[in-house]
């Protein structure tokens, strides 16, 4: 289920443990997670967002770097062409140029930008023989810095690296704990041996059923039978 009606519902289910913790615990439930499953849902809600947040930075980031990187990668392809020209009479330059050119990753294109722009800068006076746009290396130098900010989004908000994501689905097993704990002891069809005494007088709104408890409690009647 979404996370805020799950979120809703262990509050629901707060409100009721609280007006029975007297049965409850006397059935053996640990009144500390009675008392503690406010923070726990309030824990969840907060993490929830945070997550919410970084995901769809996340999304955004990889539509910018969608639009972005084919306007880069033809910068790049323009800057190689035009300094490989320029610096042809310069063995040394020509080398720094084709080590940029054999690396196609996106760390590559961006950490290339940079260098191309550097390169450009540190040798004027080819570049202005051939007639070279000087407003190009300061082109690259930002698209560089730009892409390197998206890049950046978007990895963060990959879910196997994602601290965002790591500590929200940890407070939903914290909570989930919790929850579980309370319905085994406040639903008597699912621990029947333990507190039989309230097989006929259950707590009402603890159990929200699913086809897994469905199959429980048919599985316990059964038994009775």
């Known amino acids: 289920i979404p996370i805020n009606v799950y979120i809703q519902e262990a509050k629901n289910l707060s409100h009721w443990a609280l007006e029975d913790a007297e049965v409850l615990t006397a059935a053996g439930l640990d009144p500390v997670l009675i008392t503690d499953l406010p923070n726990r849902c309030e824990a969840l809600s907060q993490a929830e967002a945070v997550w919410f947040v970084e995901k769809n930075t996340g999304k955004e980031a990889a539509k910018k770097w969608a639009t972005l990187s084919p306007l880069a990668y033809d910068l790049k392809k323009r800057l190689l ?5 320029a610096f042809r009479k310069h063995p040394d330059l020509l080398k720094a140029l084709h080590a940029i ?10 950490q290339g930008l940079n260098d191309l722009g550097g390169l450009g800068r540190k040798e004027p006076e080819p ?3 051939i007639g070279f746009d000087m407003s190009l290396l300061d082109q690259a130098a930002q698209t560089s810095a730009d892409l390197s900010t998206v890049l950046a989004d978007a990895n963060n908000s990959r879910i196997e690296c994602s601290s965002a994501k790591k500590n929200r689905d ?5 909570l989930k704990e919790a929850i579980d704990e309370i319905r085994l002891v406040a639903v008597p069809e699912k621990c029947v041996v333990r507190i039989l005494a309230l097989l006929f007088d259950p707590l009402d709104g603890y159990h929200r059923p699913d086809v897994q408890e469905e199959m429980v409690r048919e599985d316990i009647i059964a038994e009775k039978k």
């Open 81 to 85: 062409m035009d300094l490989s020209f």
């Open 101 to 110: 050119k054999k690396k196609n990753s996106q760390a590559a294109l961006i």
């Open 127 to 129: 570049l202005s023989a």
């Open 170 to 174: 940890r407070a939903y097993s914290l």
